[in-house]
Structures are given as structure tokens and as C-alpha cells.
């Protein structure tokens, strides 16, 4: 299954505790490693500098929950399964002629 998942910074401490949040997610970050069973095709941060994306493949979606659950102090997650625009395009004609016949 092929997922993207985003993040952003958790917003809601003084400057000092955000710069302390920084700090803490970076050290924890440098010290993880994605699951064995997750694919990472592109891992990106965002220019602006509070998020990022990350495409990912796994057949279990338990190795996607783990960046989350580790994660989830520093930043709020949002991970979407998602298929090629090829298999939902395809989904979605089939949709409309089976709307489409029904009188």
C-alpha cells in the first residue's frame, strides 16, 4: 500500500519551550530509523520550515505508525492511503456508468 503522510510543528509553548520541542524532536530523530517494512520513496521538509511530506510504501500499515507514534509530541500527522491516478481514475469512470445505468 502506498501512503503520503504530512506533518506539521505542534504549535502552543512560549519561544523558549518551541525552541526546547525543536531541539528535543532533533536529537530524537537523529537516533530513529524508519520501520524495516516501510519504503521511504521521498522524505521532504518543508521550506517554511514547520512540516514536511513523506511517500511511503508498506504492506503492513502497522511500519506507518510507527513515525507517528514516535513523533507525536513534535508534530500532528495526517497519513493518507493513496493509489495511482491511473487505478482512480479508472475507480472513478466505473462510478459514474454504474450511477449513470441506475434510473
Known amino acids: 500500500m502506498k501512503y503520503v503522510i504530512t506533518w506539521t510543528v505542534r504549535e502552543g509553548g512560549s519561544a523558549a ?50 513515525g507517528p507514534t514516535k513523533f507525536g509530541p513534535f508534530f500532528e500527522f495526517h497519513v493518507y492511503p493513496v493509489a495511482d491516478i491511473a487505478v482512480t481514475t479508472q475507480a472513478a469512470q466505473h462510478a459514474v456508468e454504474f450511477r449513470g445505468a441506475i434510473s
Open 17 to 66: 519551550e518551541n525552541e526546547e520541542a525543536a531541539r528535543r524532536s532533533l536529537e530524537v530523530f537523529a537516533r530513529w530509523t524508519p520501520a524495516e517494512g516501510a519504503d521511504f520513496h521521498h522524505f521532504l521538509g518543508r521550506l517554511d520550515g514547520n512540516g514536511g511530506f513523506a511517500f511511503v510504501e508498506a504492506d503492513d500499515p502497522n511500519d506507518i505508525l510507527d
